[in-house]
Every structure is written in structure tokens, then in C-alpha cells.
């Protein structure tokens, strides 16, 4: 009988200790409750991805429609249709929708009012940016369980639920006698738990929203007021979602892998950008070249006659197509020749004059980290330049626009700090590209600055809107959406118009190059044709052209 005591002891251990072992029926990988710090990441990811560069995503139809890129695609002519938004609008609404919904839904449950904050912050970003792309969308029963059939709701009282929801956030993000407060960590990539910081991007977002819908009944003059005189994103306070160098797992910036690690160009730069950057546009910043030119592409000829095949568009080393072309160069083949995304949207690589540029540009010729930029604090500049140009603030125009401008040469350096650091950590030795010297402080960028400033000073007061819009037009380089936004809007900046605009081409950058828009501009995205085809409440397919966001001029 004593021999039996141990065993009996030693079993009992075992099975305390080891509680749990036998519960087969629980799934890891599908917990029963809601584990908040799992939900974050995700959805960081999927936003930036949906809303970023990444190709045939919506930030890059945005970026095309913008006339910072051109494309090849069915977005080429204002072409877009309901099967090329497929794709995205279902990875929004399946992933970050459902995921921030249930986030607020647990939270709140449980008392969690910093999570349930941050989530509503989340959520009003998300369906402001769906609004502004499509209209009227699912809202109010998008995330309703068992309902496969959401009506859209009116894209203006969306905008009224989103900035209701905001404040919200704010009281929740100061909720101080929240019951269960579980206050993010490494989660929570863009703040790292800091209610501070997200109540100032919450402010910041419903400011953004107040200053869309200035041209109509939901802006008020007291609100904007409050939110100026309140807390908003400052200096080195952007909402940034981060990307890494790592290749396994891969946590580079989609838009560097899909361009630099693939077999062909799909995301060619505006000719039209191009020249607006170069000085040479007739009408707009002329003979003022812009510093930021080799952060923002990389030219891969190394003497322009090393040209593949006839080119449409040359400009030196400079190589492109037009928007709209019909011409004859346009579908020649180019992967060693046309001048690709740079190290600021995207994490390539910086145009250095010492780059080796004796074999196109691949994966190894830059990091991916450049983060996806949400709101940052040069857009917050540019809407208090918005507001003081149109009269809404007696503050000094002039002063905000060069605050801003030189803001948006911080956020270039931003990127090329992260590059650097990339190297000092020795995270990958084999990169075949050196990091970029720093534009603040240079004397590039203060000669850059007084120029607009001067062309600025002679201006009239809307030649000084066009400025200062065509300035942070420059600056959403990476993040169109609001870019797209805004020429809905305020009809700046001056875009190409293939059809009444000359196109000089060719491969020495001579020559008449015909182009055309088929459609008329978009006013908004067609919805997806998925959703109409097996949504019983979905509307007819819309006219694009004819279909204006509420806050449209």
C-alpha cells in the first residue's frame, strides 16, 4: 500500500499541472473569447494594404485617377468598373469592418474603453475613406451577423454617424474609470497604447471630415473652432502604420514587393507629375525643381539612349506612358527602362547618382519599409492652410503653407531615418543601394521653399488655393485617396486632360503623342459588381461620372 502513495501523488501532479491537455475540443487558432491584442495588427495591415500603393488595390486606383501614376489597366481612360473594386471591397468588409465591429462590440462588453476607442477610431477612418471613394455603402448593418444583404446607407449621414462616432472615441480613450482597462502594447503599431496620442488622431480625422464637407450643412464653424483650439497631431505624432525589411515573414511594403520583386512594371509615374516635380509644367511651379524627385522615383537607364524599345514618354533618363495614350509606343516592353516607384511611397530604392545601374532594379536594390501614412501632421497643416484660404480662420496663409511644405519634406525623412536605421541594425547587408542624405536644413530644400513662396506672394487669392492645394497634392505621394478626395472637391490640382492636352513623347522626349479619356472623369468609384449581383438591397450599378460623394463642388 505505501507504494501505491507516490503514484498516486505523482498523478495528481500530472494532471495539475498539466490541465488542460486534454481538451480536444478546443481550438488555439480559434479562442471562444475575444483576445483584444490579436486584432490590431490585422487590421493595420489591411488597411495600409487596401489604401496604400499596393497595385489594383484602391489607393493605387486613386493614385491613377490622380495622375500620380499611369496604368495599362481598365483605370486607364477613368475606366474603372465594378469587377476591378471586387477584390477590395470584399477584403475590406470581411476583414477590417467585421474585425474593428467586433473589437467595439467585446470591448464594450467588458468594460475595455480604451480598446472600444481606439476601434471607433478605426471605423470611422475606414468608412470615411469607403464614403469618399464610394458614396453611399454599407454602414449601419454591415456587420450584422447573418445578414448577407446590408442596405446602403446615404453617403452623408454616414459622414454624421462617423464624426458622432469620433467623439465617442474621445470619451472612451479618457474613460478613466473604465472596470477592465487593458491598455494596448506592441499591438498597437501606430501609438503603442497612448490614449493621448489617439484622442489627437481622433481629432485630427473629424478636423479632415469638417473641412471635406465645408460646402455643406454638417460643417460647423464652432466645431472646427474647438477642434483648432484642442489637440491634434503635432510633430512626430503621425498615424503611421510601419513596415518592416524582414522577407520571412514577408513584412515589406506590398507596393515595393509587387513592383521591384516581379517580372514587369505595373505602377509607371505620371508624365504629368513628373514635370510639375521637374519645373517644366507652363503653368504651375516653373523652373523650380523639386529636391524630393530622387526620394520619390528611380530612373533605371543609366544613359537614356538604353532604352529597350521606342518609348512614349522620355525625359532624360526619365521613362514613362501618358494616361489616355492610344499611341504607338505605348504597350512596348520596358522592365530594364522605365523609372520605377521610389524610396518614399514604397521603400525602393533612392536615386542615387552612384547606384549601379548596369541591370534593371530587383528586390535587393531597396528595404520596403516605408510606412503607409493614415494622417500625418503636414496634412493637418495643409487643412488649417485649407481653412485659413477660405476664410473659415484669420490665420496666416502663407506661414501654414510654408509650415506645411517643409512638414511634408520631414515626412521624407522620416522614411530615409528608417532606411538608415535599416542599415545600422546590419538587417540586410546584401541591399545594393546606399540611404539618402536628409533634406531638412539643406539648402535644396530652403531654395525649394522660398521659390513657392515667391510665386506664392504674386499670386491672387486663388492662384494661392492652387498653390497650397497642388503643394499637398505633392505630399499624398503613397496615400491618393484623400488626393482624389480633394480634386473632387476643390478642382486642384490641375490635371492632365488627354483630350485637349498636348503629349510630347517619343524616345527623346519629342513629338505629339495621341491621347484620349474615353469616359468622362469619375466622380466616384462604380461599387462592387459581387456585392449588386447576391445583395437583395444593393442599388443599380451607378454612372460614375454622374454619381458625386455628397461634399462633391
Partial sequence: MKKLIPIIALMAFMLSSCEGWLDINTDPNNPSEII???????????????????YYRLG???????????????????????????????????????????????????????????????????FSQLVDLFGNVPYSEASVSENYNPAFDIDKEIYQSILDLLDEAV???????????????????????????????????????????????????????????????GPGEDMLIPYGPERSPDNRNPGFVGEYGGSQ??????????????????????????????????????????????SEYQNGNFVSIYFGSVGV??????????????????GGAFDDPLLDKSSQLGIENGTGVAPFRILTYADVL??????????????DLRLLLEDAIYEAFSQVDMVSDIVRQVFTDNKLDTIKVGYPELLSGSDAEANYVAAVLAEFDAANAEKQFEIVMTQKWISKFGAAIDAYTD??????????????????????????????????????????????????NAPSQKVPATSPVFWDK
Fill in 60 to 126: 493605387y486606383f486613386a493614385s491613377v485617377y490622380t495622375h500620380q501614376l499611369t496604368t495599362r489597366e481598365s483605370i486607364d481612360q477613368y475606366g474603372i468598373n465594378g469587377s476591378d473594386v471586387n477584390n477590395p471591397w470584399a477584403s475590406i468588409y470581411v476583414g477590417p469592418v467585421k474585425e474593428i465591429e467586433t473589437l467595439i462590440e467585446e470591448a464594450t462588453k467588458k468594460d475595455n474603453m480604451f480598446y472600444a476607442g481606439i476601434g471607433k477610431v478605426y471605423k470611422a477612418y475606414i
Fill in 171 to 233: 470619451v472612451d480613450l479618457t474613460n478613466e474609470e473604465s472596470e477592465n482597462l487593458n491598455v494596448p502594447g506592441s499591438d498597437d503599431l501606430i501609438y503603442g497604447g497612448d490614449p493621448g496620442l489617439w484622442v489627437k488622431a481622433a481629432n485630427s480625422i473629424k478636423l479632415k471630415l469638417m473641412v471635406q464637407a465645408m460646402n455643406t450643412d454638417l460643417y460647423s464653424q464652432s466645431e472646427v473652432d474647438a477642434l483648432l483650439a484642442g489637440d491634434l497631431i
Fill in 265 to 310: 512594371i505595373s505602377s509607371y509615374i505620371s508624365p504629368w507629375f513628373f514635370e510639375i516635380l521637374n519645373g517644366e509644367n507652363d503653368d504651375i511651379f516653373t523652373g523650380i525643381q523639386d529636391p524630393r524627385i530622387p526620394y520619390y522615383f528611380c530612373t533605371q537607364l543609366a544613359d537614356p539612349a538604353d532604352v529597350e524599345n521606342p
Fill in 382 to 395: 495643409f487643412l488649417k492652410a485649407e481653412l485659413a484660404a477660405k476664410g473659415k480662420t484669420s490665420d
Fill in 36 to 54: 483584444f491584442d490579436k486584432i490590431l495588427p490585422g487590421v493595420n495591415y489591411d488597411m495600409a494594404y487596401e489604401f496604400g500603393m499596393q
Fill in 329 to 346: 509606343n505605348r504597350d512596348h516592353g520596358g522592365r530594364n527602362t522605365f523609372t520605377m516607384l521610389g524610396m518614399y511611397p514604397v
Fill in 487 to 536: 480634386y473632387r472637391r476643390t478642382g486642384y490640382p490641375v490635371l492632365f486632360d488627354p483630350n485637349s492636352m498636348p503629349a510630347d513623347g517619343g524616345p527623346d522626349g519629342n513629338g505629339d503623342v495621341p491621347c484620349q479619356a474615353t469616359r468622362d472623369y469619375a466622380l466616384s468609384f462604380p461599387w462592387s459588381s459581387d456585392e449588386l449581383n447576391m445583395n437583395e
